[in-house]
Antibody
Framework: EVQLLESGGGLVQPGGSLRLSCAAS????????MTWVRQAPGKGLEWVSS????????FYADSVKGRFSISRDNSKNTVYLQMSSLRVEDTALYYC?????????????WGQGTAVTVSS | EIVLTQSPATLSLSPGERATLSCRAS??????LAWYQQRPGQAPRLLIY???NRATGIPARFSGSGSGTDFTLTISSLEPEDFAVYYC?????????FGGGTKVENK
């Protein structure tokens, strides 16, 4: 079964750091780009960051550029999101998703999300 | 940044009715547009990619059309499980962007 399982969320103070992980199974992880998307409580979807299959190319939303870093370990079938200098407005449910070139780079597999709360 | 504007914000319909959702881009995205469905408490699900192609396992009652700046998602006959929020998303340019969503609610 194709699956993504996020972890690492929690409560953190403004200015703090957190590292999210997304463990993949059921597909050839190293062949697919991966993406993080977040959803603030009661709000819509916001793209956060993407990484290519090899890890050589990374992309960030302006709202997180310079504070978040995406990486992957293809030997562990895991993608990470290192978040620093966290702000209250980073509070959201963070999803990881697989992008499939055969489906127009659509995000065809999603995890259930990990919640991040930034509050003092 | 390409802004995607979805309309209406809310669509109140009954099961069996036809739903027509709109997504307008601030500049041309060619056909590089996807649609997602999000049911309450669930992760989004890919419905349509490249404007008009149904993703794997998506029922034929879902169809997408459009190119350039104007796109439409049509649900030909609403089933009870189709009441949800729908988002469009473009991949023409970085940053990737999503529309604000259209909620299809049961009248």
């Amino acid at each position: 079964e194709v699956q993504l399982l996020e972890s690492g969320g929690g409560l953190v103070q403004p200015g703090g750091s957190l590292r999210l992980s997304c463990a993949a199974s059921g597909f050839t992880f190293s062949s697919y780009g991966m993406t993080w998307v977040r959803q603030a409580p009661g709000k819509g979807l916001e793209w956060v960051s993407s990484i290519s299959a090899s890890g050589g190319d990374t992309f960030y939303a302006d709202s997180v550029k310079g504070r978040f870093s995406i990486s992957r370990d293809n030997s562990k079938n895991t993608v990470y999101l290192q978040m620093s200098s966290l702000r209250v407005e980073d509070t959201a449910l963070y999803y990881c998703a697989k992008r499939d070139v055969a489906l127009g780079y659509g995000m065809d597999v999603w995890g259930q999300g990990t919640a991040v709360t930034v509050s003092s | 940044e390409i802004v995607l504007t979805q309309s209406p914000a809310t669509l109140s319909l009954s099961p069996g009715e036809r739903a027509t959702l709109s997504c307008r881009a601030s500049q041309s995205v060619s056909n590089y547009l996807a649609w997602y469905q999000q049911r309450p408490g669930q992760a989004p699900r890919l419905l349509i990619y490249d404007a008009s192609n149904r993703a794997t396992g998506i029922p034929a009652r879902f169809s997408g059309s459009g190119s350039g700046t104007d796109f439409t998602l049509t649900i030909s006959s609403l089933e009870p499980e189709d009441f949800a929020v729908y988002y469009c998303q473009q991949r023409s340019n970085w940053p990737l962007t999503f529309g604000g969503g259209t909620k299809v609610e049961n009248k």
